[in-house]
């Protein structure tokens, strides 16, 4: 395993700049995930660190040492496609034996069919040997795609949107599946993602991205409670942090279009018009609370129930836990919790 | 009765019909096609039973009106097909009869019509000379074809759809038209009535045929899958053997026959640039008509002949065909 580091890297396709001067270093052993929405270059950060793509501009590094006169094969790293990309011909033992068998490694006989049997064994998928590829269920050619990376020992797992061709509930299995398995191995790895879930439940270290530039890296409790743009913060999150333009005047903060003012909550100079964010779990509902409002919906999930609260023209949502009695039409009073507020530019960058 | 769902069905489960295939009208639909496949069938057949029948009858036999359904089956076709002959005077047939016992049943077949064996002809030859005309030059024009749709279909390169429109447009000329600036060329070059010749005008001819269909083909293999064996340690040509040409069987198998049927069937580009050490057989067939009274049997058996290869190589590559010859259309 090997520590990874982009440096300045830049990429264009015809008319769009997939990436451009995207940075960051994943230690050795780091769980390390991509985060952005469609488009974002994540998928080509992938294919740049594997070769497939050669970056305009910039350089990779593996362990400090420059790959950028690496091909694919000299890479050493492994790759889980998001079409999983398990060779049709073969079966399921060819599709395991297939890196091994390169003409790089030349991994004698014996030594393939143990590691075979042991990948095999840790990922359940002993009695799918002999099948071809195409009679596997979309969760068994996840695991046969997972197992040809962990086969061998690269520098670092690549992995692009493994989870997304499956259902909710496999997804999540196989969530904790790989989770597992990279903290039990120690393995570098690499997921690219557009699910904030996924995001934050597995990595060690994310980077957001947008349009090809990096947005945030941080863990997962710095992206979620310091997210440093307006992106960061409706992107990861749900249900989705309430945003608000407000206006400032007189040591309040005035929120546009409603009854609600809060005073300033910090000493840093404002600007006159900023947004304030704040996340569901933050705005609680009790009696006695600052702040009025009415339930204009109630989304009961078991867990938890989001409530939309109205004051005059915003609606600002509010997460309680279990299934409330509280009805639509009801008014509530409710406080916002002061120390856990984010404000932004209006522009979306963070202010404090 | 024992749970279904644990046992699994008592018989083995060999087809499966719709539901909505079993009603009386949907059967007699079936039905009602499958007598026009057949009859559709007997139709394309019924010049090949011909010339099957052909092959077996003697002359006379052959130019009977109404035509003779049964008949005494007769290997004379095939012996004037297999050798050159003379026609004996009245005296030295007598005298040549005397010693029957001693002939081998071709001179007995020969002599029924009053002839003798002078040598073999020189159809085997000729077929001989289409295998391999058609074996090598159908081998070079699927291998470079191959490359050239990888490449086609892979790399960026410059031009690429005018390159490709110029392949393909080496097909656009009638042959009679360019036969004759060929024969000029051919025997300036030394090239006239040679293998080596034409083998590399049916690779020519071809090779844009391979690269069209190959690229088809290739385009439709996921690139997905060489990156992945990219990944996996392999170069580009290692991918390419082993991960692209197992995909790209059907489409190879498709190119290929119908690469050999071209090379095989030519006709007048043969007829014009060969003429006695690398002639091939569909001429050779034609120019028997000419000889001495027409041999239809002769020219059946020879025609039969014609199109054993052919079948062999189609029934070779049949399993992938079923699927190659839709282009792919039906591909999952």
Same mark, same amino acid.
């Given at each position: 395993m090997s520590s990874v580091e982009l440096r300045n890297v830049s990429k264009r396709f015809s008319m769009v700049d997939? %990436? +451009?001067?995207v940075s960051f270093s994943i230690k050795d052993g780091e769980f390390f995930v991509l985060l952005g929405?469609?488009?974002?270059?994540k998928t080509t950060t992938l294919r740049v660190i594997a070769a497939l793509e050669k970056q305009d501009a910039g350089s990779v590094y593996f362990d400090g040492e420059?790959?950028?006169?690496?091909?694919p094969a000299e890479r050493d790293v492994a790759m889980v496609f998001q079409q999983y990309s398990?060779?049709?011909?073969?079966?399921v033992w060819d599709n395991l034996a297939f890196p091994l068998r390169s003409p790089m490694r030349n991994v004698p006989q014996a030594e393939i069919e143990k590691r075979i049997a042991d990948v095999a064994e840790k990922l359940r998928i002993t009695h799918l040997?002999?099948?071809?590829?195409?009679?596997?269920s979309g969760g068994e050619m996840q695991r046969v795609a997972i197992g040809r990376a962990i086969v061998r020992q690269p520098r670092i797992f690549l992995m692009d949107?493994? %989870? +997304?061709?499956?259902d909710a509930k496999l997804r999540e299995a196989l969530r904790v599946e790989l989770q597992h398995l990279q903290k039990t191995q120690g393995d570098t790895t690499l997921l690219v993602t557009h699910d904030q879930i996924e995001a934050l439940t597995m990595a060690d270290r994310i980077a957001v991205l947008d349009r090809g530039r990096i947005i945030q890296i941080g863990t997962p409790a710095e992206i979620y409670?310091?997210?440093?743009s307006t992106f960061v913060a409706t992107l990861v999150g749900t249900p989705r942090i309430n945003l608000l333009p407000v206006r400032r005047q007189d040591g309040s903060l005035f929120i546009e279009n409603s009854e609600l003012h809060i005073p300033v909550p910090t000493t840093v100079p404002l600007p006159e018009q900023l947004l304030l964010g704040i996340r569901p779990e933050d705005v609680r509902i009790a009696a006695g609370g600052p702040h009025a409002g009415q339930i204009s919906l109630t989304e009961p999930l078991g867990v938890e129930t989001i409530v939309h609260i109205q004051s005059g023209r915003q609606t600002l949502l509010s997460l309680m836990s279990g299934i409330t009695n509280i009805k639509v039409g009801d008014g509530v009073t409710f406080s916002l919790f002061q120390e856990r507020l984010h404000l932004f530019e209006t522009d979306g960058r963070r202010i404090v | 009765m024992a749970n279904f769902y644990e046992t699994?069905?008592?018989?083995?489960?060999t087809e499966s019909v719709r539901v909505?295939?079993?009603t009386p009208g949907a059967r007699a639909r079936h039905n009602i096609r499958a007598a026009a496949v057949i009859l559709f069938a007997i139709i394309g057949l019924i010049p090949i039973f011909i010339m099957v029948v052909t092959a077996f009858k003697t002359r006379a036999d052959v130019v009977a009106v109404p035509p003779k359904v049964l008949f005494q089956p007769t290997l004379e076709g095939f012996v004037f097909l297999l050798t050159e002959r003379v026609v004996l005077p009245p005296a030295a047939l007598a005298e040549k009869k005397q010693s029957?016992?001693?002939?081998d049943w071709m001179e007995r077949v020969a002599m029924a019509s009053g002839q003798t064996i002078t040598g073999p002809s020189d159809y085997v030859r000729r077929l001989w000379n289409s295998v391999i005309i058609a074996g090598i030059s159908t081998l070079i024009s699927v291998f470079l074809g191959l490359l050239a749709a990888y490449a086609f279909s892979r790399f960026p390169i410059a031009g690429k759809d005018d390159l490709l429109f110029f392949i393909l447009s080496?097909?656009?000329?009638?042959a009679v038209v360019v036969t004759i600036p060929l024969f000029l060329m051919y025997r300036q070059f030394g090239l006239h009535d040679t293998h080596l010749g034409m083998i590399l005008l049916y690779t020519a001819f071809n090779l844009s045929l391979a690269v069209w269909l190959l690229k088809g083909f290739i385009d439709e293999i996921p690139k997905e899958y060489e990156e992945a064996a990219l990944v996996d340690g392999y170069s580009r040509m290692q991918a390419f053997r082993k991960i692209v040409i197992p995909q790209a069987a059907t489409g190879i198998a498709a190119t290929t026959v119908f690469s050999v049927i071209f090379a095989w069937n030519e006709y007048a580009f043969a007829l014009m640039l060969t003429?006695?050490?690398?002639?091939?057989a569909p001429p050779s067939i034609a120019t028997m008509?000419?000889?001495?009274?027409?041999?239809w049997s002769a020219i059946a058996a020879g025609s039969l002949g014609f199109l054993i290869p052919v079948v062999i190589v189609t029934f070779i590559l049949r399993k992938y065909l079923l699927r190659g010859v839709t282009f792919g259309a039906i591909r999952q």
């Open positions: 997939a %990436l +451009s001067d929405p469609t488009g974002a270059g420059s790959a950028d006169h690496l091909q398990l060779y049709p011909t073969m079966t040997l002999d099948r071809k590829t195409a009679r596997l949107e493994p %989870l +997304s061709n499956l409670d310091k997210p440093a | 699994g069905p008592a018989k083995p489960v909505d295939k079993v029957l016992e001693q002939l080496t097909r656009m000329l009638p003429s006695e050490e690398a002639r091939t008509l000419g000889r001495g009274g027409i041999e």
